[in-house]
């Protein structure tokens, strides 16, 4: 069955501009969770949803911001973004927690 | 506050040995679950092998096991018999149940020689 996927895999962007990324979920998983990653901060959470509705957010400036749709696809948006914020950003998706989370390849964004 | 800490930044071992990557963790909650994670440079995070924290018996995947101890909030993964497809950065997590959240560890850069 076909895993997470993210688009765009790479994506170059200029301060003070805003972007879009996309999960699409394994079929069924409805949790979609967000992670940014960075080589000096690591793996941080950013939002998780639920059928449409985020559950739990991560300690993020309100420049990010999620939605998920009702056939679980999420998106994230950046807004007016910030040299700190290049990083790989990851998603997930999850039948439930103690199953673990099935990651996507990532959107590598770089802000310039 | 949920912490993991992996005190190990990086390993190097020889092909077919056995290695071992040490994970500690801090929470006050009674119902959680660890992960490994395996991140090769193509990105992707693959799960390694899970914990339920209620179970006694250690967890154990092929050439992957924990050696999980809740007394000292101790959950580490021997690999054995690596190959050079193991190398990679591993990460250990934990999640308690019904926070949706994973927290890492900072990772181990794990390398197999030949």
């Known amino acids: 069955k076909a895993g997470v996927t993210q688009t765009p895999r790479y994506l170059i962007k200029t301060r003070g501009q805003q972007v879009t990324l996309s999960c699409s979920p394994i079929s069924g998983h409805r949790s979609v969770s967000w992670y940014q990653q960075t080589p000096g901060q690591g793996l941080q959470f950013l939002f998780e949803y639920f059928s449409e509705t985020q559950r739990n957010k991560g300690n993020f400036p309100g420049r990010f911001s999620g939605r998920q749709f009702s056939n679980s696809r999420s998106e994230m948006n950046v807004s007016t973004l910030e040299l700190g914020d290049s990083a790989l950003y990851l998603c997930a998706s999850s039948l439930g927690e103690s199953g673990g989370y099935t990651f996507g390849s990532g959107t590598r964004l770089t802000v310039v | 506050a949920q912490t993991v800490t992996q005190s190990q930044p990086e390993m190097s071992v020889q092909e077919a040995e056995t290695v071992t990557l040490s994970c500690t963790y801090d929470?006050?909650?009674?119902?959680?679950?660890l992960f490994w994670y395996k991140q090769p440079p193509s990105r992707q995070m693959i799960l390694v092998i899970r914990q339920e924290a209620y179970k006694q018996q250690n967890a154990t995947e092929n050439r992957f096991s924990v050696n999980f101890q809740k007394a000292a909030k101790s959950f580490s993964l021997k690999i054995s018999d690596s190959q050079l497809g193991d190398t990679a950065m591993y990460f250990c997590a934990s999640i308690i149940q019904g926070a949706q959240k994973l927290v890492f560890g900072q990772g181990t850069r794990l390398t197999i020689n030949p």
């Open positions: 929470t006050s909650e009674n119902n959680y679950y």
